[in-house]
C-alpha cells in the first residue's frame, strides 16, 4: 500500500462538496436543477455539498456529468483544496455598504469575516448582523454605535475595536455624518460546541 497517496476524509468530502457547489451556482443552477440534470434528490445534493454524507460513485459519476466535469478532475481539486492553504484574494469597494462576507469561498472556515458598511445616520438591518461569537470588531472608518441586550451602548470612533464574548449587539447604528466601516472576525470553531 501507498502510504504518501492522500487520503480521502472528512476535509475531503466538504472540500468536495465546496466544490460541486461552486460549479453549481457558476452556472446560476439551483439544487433543485442540478438535482434533476443528475437524477438524485434534492436532500441528498444538500447534505453533499455540505460534507455530510460519503456519496457513492454512481451519484458523483452523475453529478459530475451533469455539471460538465470529470470525476477524476473533481476529486483531484478536492484533494488539493483540502490538503493545501487557501488564499481568497477580493476587492472591497470604498463605499462598501451592507454586510460582506469575506470567508465565503473557503470550504469549512475557521473563521468568520465579515466588512460592514453603514452609511451616515443608517442602522443595519437585523438579518444583516453578526451573530457569532466570540466576535472582535475593528472600526476603519466613522463612528459607531452598538447597543447590547443589557442596555449598554458603546461607541467607537476610527481605529477602535471591540471583543464581544458574551453578547452580540442588537443594534448597529451610525450616527455619525460620514460613512462608517468596519472588520468583524469571529471564531467560528466555537459555534459547533454545545
Known amino acids: 500500500m501507498d502510504r504518501s497517496s492522500p487520503s480521502f ?36 445534493l444538500q447534505s453533499i455539498e455540505s460534507g455530510a454524507s460519503s456519496p457513492g460513485l454512481l451519484t458523483i459519476v ?11 478532475r473533481l476529486v483531484a481539486d478536492s484533494l488539493a483544496e483540502s490538503n493545501s492553504v487557501r488564499q481568497v484574494h477580493g476587492k472591497l469597494a470604498r463605499r462598501t455598504r451592507g454586510v460582506h462576507e469575506l470567508t465565503g469561498l473557503l470550504t469549512a472556515p475557521r473563521m468568520g469575516a465579515w466588512a460592514i458598511g453603514l452609511d451616515a445616520g443608517t442602522t443595519l438591518p437585523d438579518a444583516q448582523r453578526p451573530r457569532a461569537l466570540p466576535l472582535f470588531a475593528l472600526l476603519l472608518s466613522g463612528r459607531l454605535e452598538l447597543a447590547f441586550p443589557d442596555g449598554t451602548v458603546e461607541v467607537l470612533a476610527k481605529g477602535d475595536s471591540i471583543h ?14 460620514k460613512p462608517a466601516r468596519m472588520l468583524c472576525i469571529a471564531d467560528l470553531r466555537t459555534q459547533d460546541k454545545g
Open 9 to 44: 476524509g472528512d476535509a475531503q468530502l466538504r472540500a468536495l462538496g465546496s466544490r460541486i457547489r461552486t460549479l453549481r451556482e457558476a452556472r446560476s443552477w439551483s439544487l433543485k436543477r442540478l438535482a434533476g440534470e443528475a437524477a438524485v434528490s434534492v436532500a441528498t
Open 62 to 72: 452523475a453529478i459530475a456529468d451533469a455539471l460538465g466535469e470529470s470525476v477524476d
Open 164 to 177: 464581544m464574548k458574551q453578547e452580540a449587539p442588537i443594534a448597529w447604528k451610525n450616527p455619525g455624518a
